[in-house]
């Protein structure tokens, strides 16, 4: 495995990222750009990775770039810088990691780390869109604070999310293989009239997380959905809009599932009608229009209810305190297996975030801390718990192998 190191200051973080890869068992041949010698120092990447760091064309034996290049499972830059980006993209092989990168065939994973300025520039932009174009796996920064101070979005992703996308490339767990997963995203929008709608601010990036997850496992994978996602090769998505509609597209999805993930917000209430035309504002009052509403279908409560033996069952919990209590009726009250519980009143947890926290409360009595880590890391432990759940015996994996 390549891991390129561009000049940016998250260089530093490659190091993190060079010893993570290792510890995993990946040889690691370090590339740096003579830029990124400007920010940290090639023996670190020496000390750390399997190989020496190459920081030239010229220093060693003739075409070091076609070797690495050429015999690469994978190569990872990180960060990968405007420019870095930007050559990769035109072929302007005036480095040493250019010359790599023009040199494999392998699956290539990029990790921008740039000012918000130059992150959301239309040139980085427009690159990344042609490089995602050529099957580039792109993980995208993060928010926070950047060089000199400022904050914003081009901060290198976690070394976490580097290391997720690095392993499902190289497909390095495949438990899933022969299981169907169901999983629920996004939150739903109740029609108060063709133009407005009752909606909640659930982005479906915890349960997106699930679906890469189960799929880079293996699983067969269906995501009904609110929201649209780029999905992995293989996993078939329905979008709906309405509570009602995922009901119904649920119920014609659960009965082959082994594992249902019902990460969606599913609305509680919705207006009992939904206007045929835009409600108007009559000119001839100040008053406002009442809107009745109803109580949705619990989708959870009824697939808990009619349970086949065998199934997993995991609802979620996203509340503004007493998390545990919540969690704990709720894991009774619905017939889960599982519940997932957030303290959404947090920040770095929940709605709309990259990161989440959570509790694991199990129909067995246990309970399962998942420290504040990127999503994919929090559908990973729930996963991890609902295999051990289903058993891992082989009959059942040779029935499972076999379509059963
Ligand atoms: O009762 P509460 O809405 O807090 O429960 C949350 C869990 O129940 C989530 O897993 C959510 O997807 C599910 N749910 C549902 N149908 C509803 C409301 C919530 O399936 N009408």
Redesign the pocket.
């Known amino acids: 495995m390549v891991l390129g190191v561009s000049g940016g200051i998250a260089a530093y973080k490659a190091l993190d990222l060079c010893r993570r890869l290792g510890d995993l068992g990946a040889i690691v041949s370090p590339v740096l750009t003579p830029d990124a010698l400007r920010f940290v120092g090639a023996l670190s990447f020496s000390a750390l990775a399997a190989q020496p760091a190459l920081t030239s064309m010229w220093d060693g034996p003739v075409s070091p770039h076609t070797t690495l290049g050429q015999g690469a499972d994978l190569v990872i830059v990180a960060p990968a810088t405007a420019r870095t980006i930007a050559a990769y993209t035109h072929g302007l092989a005036d480095d040493v990691l250019i010359n790599t990168l023009l040199a494999t065939r392998a699956p290539v994973v990029v990790c921008p780390a740039m000012h918000t300025e130059m992150w959301e520039h239309p040139s980085t932009q427009d690159n990344l869109e042609v490089l995602r174009g050529r099957g580039v796996t792109v993980v995208d920064p993060g928010v926070g604070y950047l060089a000199s101070g400022d904050q914003g979005a081009g901060r290198l992703a976690d070394t976490a999310a580097i290391v997720v996308a690095a392993e499902s490339i190289l497909g390095s767990v495949r438990d899933m293989t022969g299981l169907r997963v169901l999983v ?1 995203a996004g939150g ?1 929008r109740e029609a108060i009239d063709p133009v407005r709608f009752i909606g909640n601010r659930s982005s479906g990036k915890q349960g997106f997380a699930f679906v890469d997850e189960c799929a880079g496992r293996g699983a067969v994978v269906t995501v009904v959905t609110t929201v649209n996602r780029p999905v992995p090769a293989g996993v078939t998505v329905v979008t709906v809009e309405s ?1 009602a509609q ?2 119904a597209t ?1 119920a014609d999805h659960c009965g082959a599932a082994h594992i249902i993930v ?7 209430f919705r207006p009992v009608h939904a206007a045929a035309a835009k409600i108007k504002k009559d000119p001839s009052t100040t008053d406002a229009p009442t809107i009745t509403l109803e ?9 808990g209810a009619a349970k086949p033996v065998g199934q997993i069952l ?6 503004t305190g007493d998390v545990a209590h ?1 969690a704990q009726d ?1 894991l009774a ?2 017939g ?1 297996d599982m ?2 519980a957030n303290d959404v009143s947090l920040p770095g947890r929940g709605f709309d975030t990259e990161t989440n926290e959570v509790i694991i409360f199990t129909s067995s009595g246990g309970v399962h801390h998942v420290e504040l880590s990127d999503k994919r890391a929090v559908a990973r432990a729930v996963i991890n718990l609902a295999l051990a759940a289903i058993g891992t015996d082989i009959e059942r994996t040779v029935a499972r192998r076999h379509g059963g």
């Open positions: 629920t739903t509570a995922m009901e649920v019902m990460a969606a917000a599913v609305a509680d109580r949705t279908p619990d989708i959870l409560a009824g697939l995991i609802g979620f919990a996203a509340e919540y709720k009250r619905k889960a519940i997932v």
